[in-house]
């Protein structure tokens, strides 16, 4: 059965860092490729980092415009968790944020569609205050 589990979210001021986990079980992660998402009240989910594998070149990573240059992906694969580095929080951060998991067969490329992703995780809330 696979499950993903957030970890890591919190409250914090703006311009601190959280660093959020995703731990996967019942699969192995390196057979997928992840993602993060956030939604906010009111608001549609959005893909905020996703992590493909290029051909020759292994994995490389894409983001969403409003986090490029504060978020990083990456992934753990003896841990079989991937994280979610976030740096200079700003109050439009705040967002319940999940992982996913999406099959190998579209892992070729980046996505940031929450429709192409097979495997959800619960969420972890982040609040940034001003």
């Known amino acids: 059965q696979v499950q993903l589990v957030e970890s890591g979210g919190g409250s914090v001021q703006a311009g601190g860092s959280l660093r959020l986990s995703c731990a996967a079980s019942g699969y192995t992660l390196s057979s997928t490729c992840m993602g993060w998402f956030r939604q906010a009240p009111g608001k549609e989910r959005e893909g905020v980092a996703n992590m493909y594998h290029v051909y020759r070149d292994g994995d490389s990573s894409y983001y969403a415009e409003s986090v490029k240059g504060r978020f990083t992906i990456s992934q753990d694969n003896a841990k079989n968790t991937v994280y979610l580095q976030m740096n200079s929080l700003k109050p439009e951060d705040s967002a319940m944020y999940y992982c996913?998991?999406?099959?190998?067969?579209?892992?070729?490329?980046?996505?940031?569609?929450?429709?192409?992703?097979?495997?959800w995780g619960q969420g972890t809330q982040v609040t940034v205050s001003s």
């Open positions: 996913a998991a999406r099959r190998a067969a579209t892992c070729w490329r980046s996505s940031l569609l929450s429709t192409e992703y097979d495997y």
